[in-house]
Every structure is written in structure tokens, then in C-alpha cells.
């Protein structure tokens, strides 16, 4: 939605409206509710909006005529700028695509898992406590790939890496040790992604 149009700019209000109730209550509610969620009086409104959600893609009908989010409810725009780590520039804030998190991070989904990230032996690694890490479950894996790996029955996070022609786990931490297995080793699954939350 980025007509500048003023019905648009509303019916952008709106969704932004149903999204964060629907983040709270994960449910569309009824029109009665709505119309507190939109700030309207008339339900014939609320059904007027949902009506042009619907055509604009973010909603759509079940069988038996219940409004739920399809997949563009839950994108979120990309400004068209990307913004520099290094000396300042100017940064258009406009819009571009929009992305889904989820599909954005997940390739495989039933192949994926989210971990919490414990300690800071991966923090040259950008990968700091409390952390969730996105892993695809698979048992193979290419050395400097960062791994959740499973020595003699603990698991780890850690890059995998090649030493004498056998695999080692090493941290991303100078004040951890090099992790050489004696015994078994079996890759649990490779990080795809990293979720961290500021506040």
C-alpha cells in the first residue's frame, strides 16, 4: 500500500491497525470489535474495509466466510535505502519490497529449528547470549560453516572447521579453547540466520 491516495493512506492505517491486534490475539475479530480496532462507528465500514484488505491482498475468506491473513498480512516493507555501517550518508526512507521474516530466514521449514544461544563463545562471530539462531537440521556440513553440533552427547555452537585433516569446533572467543573431538561428533544443523531483538 504506498498510493498516496487518501483513501490508501487510511486503509494503510487500518491494516497497520488489524496487524498489531492480530499480534496481540493472533485473530481477526468481529465487526463490532473492529470497529473499536479502526476508531469507526458504522460495522457496514468495517466490512467496506475488510472488503478492500481483501482485494488488496492482505486478507482472505475461509470456506465458511472467516476473514483470515494471507502471506502479504505479514510483510514488512524494506526501505528502497540500505544503511551504511561505516560514514554517514543520506538514507531515503521511502519504501521498496516488502519481505516476510519468516520466509526471508526460512528456506525449509520443516527442516528448521530456533535455539536460544547461551554464553559468548561466538561473539567475534557476531553471535552474543540470548540470541535465537535459525537452524536448518541436516548431519552435513562444509568446513567454516557455524554449526549446532553434538559431542559425545552435548550440544554446541560453533564453527566447524578442518585440522589435520580431521574436524575440529572452533569458537569464535580467543578466550575459549579449540574443541577437538576424541570421541563421537554428528552435526545437528547449520545456522541460516540470527534473530536479535534490542529492546
Known sequence: MTDSHPSAQRDAEYLARLQDYYSDWKSIPSYAALCDVFRIASKSWVKAILDRLGEAGFLERTPDGMWIPT?????????????????????????GEYYVLDEMLIENPSRTTLITVKGDSMVDAGIHDGDVAVVEKRNLANAGDIVVAIVDGEFTLKTLDKERGKFILRPQNPAYPVIRPQGSLEIFGVLVGLVRKYR
Open 71 to 95: 502471506r502479504e498480512f505479514f510483510a514488512r516493507p524494506l526501505a528502497e535505502s540500505a544503511v551504511p555501517a561505516g560514514m554517514p550518508v543520506t538514507v531515503h526512507a521511502t519504501q
